[in-house]
């Protein structure tokens, strides 16, 4: 309470000190709205948003140095990203617990890519951000996105594919780098008076390994694989109220630190195969209602191939002279629908009323790997003892929600959403979300936000079996979040911005796997209170800076591992980028990110916390009149090792995943 009564008196500061600021021209509900309508285009519109919201253009994100997804997220304030022992990816806000996946919703033009198995989006990292026009990231729950709820946050990445008042045709691009890397690809937009076809290929290789050699859980030492490679086609088709997108992505990747907790052969692949396609229809009834209906169906997958435990493992009464080979795989389907319905006959008010359902189901699966009793020959455990219960890993889940937001005065706009789902074996989940905009001068904007959210497990976290590190619970319950955020922007100009936002967080019924029986069960409780400032804007005319500071505390219930910490989360980031055009051609840029420490579990016996890391990033770019760029950057320039943390009875050490590289891209605009 004392954090909550701390955040009500910051938001009432800004009203006492800007009582006396001119009124607005128009209402705020009305910038609101319009902000809607043009999808946050500029950062002029993002600000009116009920929000903890941060956008970055493609050019902000090129001039600092992005090179992948990965790279404009680490960008944001409140971001960190984790890996657990097969690379497996995520992004982390706000310190949510970190070891686990499906915290937050990644979506591409508005579809949501979160796979079925891990409910991440790991496979999505790596995309090019030459096909990024802008990211939308919500930190907190909720979402941006109609129908989509993110538990501690949500990302929206808008191709050009959209097209959102975009004047190029399109671009061809290629890089290379360190560990072999390779890129290359393109995207183009042919525009017709009522329809419009665009389309995007990328490939993209790379024969990375860890910077140092590892020593895993039964003392065996060497590089552990982290290449990759992807191929990914995109198409999106309008014509009138009518449009259709679709994706191919296919994502390989080395088997990194091994399915097992022991090194896997250097040749060891698992590959993350995923497609869409999605239909929808927009159409304006009347000048006061709207309907959007949309259908689609995704696959994706998981497969392995490699060996999980090297030659001689011997396992008390149980040798494998040539290893522990596995060959697994997975496939799963996810069918979709949505309607809604906007409404703005009743004055003030803009209504929306949606319903969503959705089925997911396991659709293949096999399971092949060494005789489990001993020797060398394979078996196929597909029927007799899968890694996963195919049979049972199925779920039907309806959603209905409803938005509504309130100009309550020229300068006060309300927005409530309410909604719940109900998903099989699980009991209907409530969820709701308040928001307070206040804008007494368009320089001054205040929020205050107060909601609740879930996550529902993954597939994996329910029915994985015959594993001996994790083992599936099908009767687990949601993850659940109650929050509390305040932020005040003062925006000096259009294209500046200082914030600072303060929230608290209430998680409960987190999912993890316990320590013993390494089943995932709902054991966790979690408080984090903290603040986020940051600085967007130029400091003089040729120039673009950014810098942020995140800081956040708290405390985990978890039985005898109660902490007054946060285990495997930075009490402080800090992240910084300069650029400065030398030329109307040419563009120097630095960018620096630090953050602090991590504690472990009470229960780990090893060193007391995972080391800070600091790094520091040098970009050179050359772009002339008629579209052609160069561009080079060197990453981490003192070569600081860059690491994921690995849990007790893992690993002896962290997860080494990164050191110094560079890269060059070139392309053409047109």
């Avoid at 009347?286 to 998981?302: H, P, Q, R, S």
């Avoid at 049972?392 to 409803?402: G, T």
């Avoid at 089943?519 to 120039?543: A, P, W």
Wanted: aromatic letters at 12%; a negative charge; charged letters at 20%.
């Amino acid at each position: 309470m004392k954090v909550f009564s701390l955040i009500v008196s910051f938001s009432l500061i800004p009203l006492t000190l800007l009582a006396s600021e001119p009124p607005l021209i128009t209402s705020l509900s009305e910038d609101m709205n319009h902000a809607e309508e043009l999808a946050t285009q500029t950062n002029r519109n993002i600000d009116y948003q009920p929000f903890i919201l941060s956008v970055w253009e493609n050019q902000d994100l090129v001039s600092f140095g992005a090179h992948t997804l990965k790279d404009a997220l680490m960008l944001v304030p409140g971001i960190d990203m984790m890996g657990d022992t097969t690379n497996n990816r995520t992004t982390v806000i706000r310190g949510s617990n970190p070891l686990a996946f499906g915290q937050t919703k990644l979506a591409i033009d508005g579809v949501v890519v979160n796979d079925r198995s891990f409910d991440s989006y790991s496979a999505y990292l790596d995309f090019p951000i030459e096909l990024i026009q802008r990211i939308e990231v919500v930190r907190g729950a909720g979402s941006f996105i109609e129908g989509v709820n993110g538990y501690s946050g949500s990302i929206n990445v808008i191709t050009y594919a959209k097209d959102e008042g975009e004047p190029l045709n399109g671009v061809i691009f290629g890089s290379f780098g360190s560990d072999s890397s390779q890129q290359a690809g393109f995207w183009y937009t042919h525009r017709a008076s009522n329809w419009k076809l665009s389309t995007d290929l990328f490939y993209q290789n790379n024969d990375a390994t860890s910077p140092i050699n590892v020593t895993d859980k039964y003392g065996n030492t060497g590089l552990a694989s982290l290449k990759s490679h992807q191929v990914g086609f995109g198409l999106s088709y309008s014509y009138g109220d009518f449009s259709l997108k679709g994706r191919i992505n296919k994502f390989t990747t080395g088997s990194a630190f091994g399915n097992l907790n022991a090194l896997p052969n250097i040749d060891g692949e698992q590959s993350l195969p995923s497609w869409y396609l999605e239909s929808a229809y927009s159409h304006k009834i009347t000048d006061t209602l709207a309907l959007n209906v949309k259908a689609g169906i995704m696959e994706d997958g998981w497969e392995e191939e490699a060996r999980l435990l090297p030659a001689g493992t011997y396992l008390t009464v149980i040798t494998f002279p040539d290893g522990f080979w596995a060959y697994l795989d997975f496939k799963t389907r996810l069918l979709y629908s949505n309607i809604s319905t906007i409404y703005t006959g009743i004055k003030n008010h803009k209504i929306t009323l949606g319903y969503s359902a959705k089925y997911e189901d396991m659709i293949d699966m096999s399971t092949v790997t060494t005789n489990r009793t001993g020797g060398s020959t394979l078996v196929d455990y597909t029927r007799l003892a899968p890694f996963i219960d195919a049979g049972s890993a199925c779920r039907h889940s309806d959603d209905i929600y409803i938005n509504d937001t309130l100009d309550i005065s020229d300068q006060l706009a309300f927005s409530l959403y309410l909604g719940g789902t109900k998903a099989s074996h699980i009991e209907f989940q409530p969820y709701a979300r308040g928001a307070l905009v206040y804008q007494p001068h368009r320089q001054h904007i205040l929020k205050l936000m107060v909601g609740n959210n879930f996550r529902l497990p993954s597939l994996r976290e329910m029915y994985v079996q015959n594993h001996p590190a994790k083992i599936g619970n099908p009767n687990l319950e949601p993850e659940h979040v109650t929050s509390y955020e305040t932020q005040y922007l003062y925006k000096p100009t259009l294209d500046t911005t200082v914030g600072i936002n303060l929230f608290y967080l209430q998680n409960k019924d987190q999912i993890a796997p316990d320590t013993t029986t390494k089943i995932y069960q709902n054991i966790g409780k979690r408080n984090i209170s903290g603040l986020e400032t940051e600085f967007r804007g130029s400091i003089g005319e040729n120039d673009l800076f950014a810098l942020s500071y995140s800081y956040i505390r708290g405390e985990t219930f978890k039985g005898a591992e109660t902490t007054d910490y946060l285990p495997y989360a930075s009490s402080h980031m800090v992240k910084g980028a300069f650029s400065y055009a030398l030329t109307p051609q040419l563009n120097a840029g630095v960018l620096g990110r630090y953050s602090s420490e991590k504690e472990r579990r009470p229960n780990d016996s090893r060193k007391n916390s995972m080391e800070s890391f600091a790094a520091v990033d040098l970009i050179l770019g050359w772009e002339d009149s008629s579209g052609f760029y160069l561009q080079g950057a060197l990453k981490n320039l003192t070569n600081a090792i860059y690491r994921y943390p690995s849990t007790p009875a893992t690993y002896p050490d962290d997860y080494p995943i990164s050191g110094r590289t560079f890269w060059i891209r070139s392309g053409w605009k047109f």
